[in-house]
């Protein structure tokens, strides 16, 4: 089956610090690709990173991060020198390259609150 | 460059009637997604729409329904609205992979 598990309903982080948010994905395709995204409360999903199935290196943007670890099926959102700002739902997805549904598959999310 | 716009941003409407959500994707991309987003729930997929034509469809009912305009712009149609289907109502547009959303349309069934 295919899916995407985030057993963290929600998190605190202090401001400035670093949060790690935890995603794990279940499928048998080789190819298949990773999203995170972000949702404040005004309810925008945000596109924050992507990670290929075949991609050698783990990828990053700005302050965000992935780290992506292929034999344990786990994509995990690195949040570096966490701000206010920061503070969101945050959802990992997946799709499934081969199959071509343009289905994105998501988790149920993690709340991030981030305290001055 | 414009995003992904999505109107309207909120809906009222009564039981039995029906809904029109529109989209506008982000320029040059021709894959429009259709995503519900109950309150306390993930995201579910409703619809795809690419070049034109409907090529996947998720596990809701047949009073679902859309359509994409020869511009890449889509519609969502909900007939015979139920109070269950009050939800966050998303849009994303791609071209190839990434997937972009709006900011959604909030509709209410009183």
């Known amino acids: 089956a295919q899916k995407i598990t985030q057993t963290q309903p929600g998190m605190f982080v202090q401001e400035k610090e670093a949060v790690t948010l935890d995603c794990t994905y279940d499928?048998?395709?080789?190819?298949?690709?990773l999203f995170w995204y972000k949702q404040p409360s005004s309810g925008e999903m945000i596109f924050l990173i992507y990670q290929g199935s075949y991609d050698q290196q783990n990828a990053t943007e700005g302050r965000y991060s992935l780290n992506f670890q292929k034999a344990r099926k786990s994509a995990n959102l690195v949040i570096s020198a966490s701000q206010l700002g920061d503070s969101a739902m945050y959802f990992c997805?997946?799709?499934?390259?081969?199959?071509?549904?343009?289905?994105?598959?998501f988790g149920q999310g993690t709340t991030l609150q981030v305290k001055p | 460059e414009a995003g992904v716009t999505q109107s309207p941003t909120h809906l009222i409407k009564t039981r039995g009637q029906q809904a029109t959500l529109r989209c506008s994707p982000i320029s040059g991309h021709t894959s429009v997604y259709w995503y519900q987003q109950a309150l306390g729930l993930g995201l579910q997929f409703l619809l795809w729409?690419?070049?034109?034509?409907?090529?996947n469809r998720g596990n809701f009912p047949p009073r679902f329904s859309g359509r994409q305009f020869p511009n890449y712009s889509s519609e969502l149609n909900v007939n015979a609205l139920e109070l269950e289907d009050s939800a966050l109502y998303l849009c994303?547009?791609?071209?190839?992979?990434?997937?972009?959303f709006g900011q959604g349309t909030r509709l209410t069934v009183v």
């Open positions: 499928t048998s395709d080789p190819s298949y690709g």
């Open positions: 994303a547009s791609s071209l190839i992979l990434e997937a972009f």
């Open positions: 729409y690419d070049e034109g034509e409907e090529r």
């Open positions: 997805a997946m799709i499934i390259g081969s199959s071509n549904t343009g289905k994105l598959i």
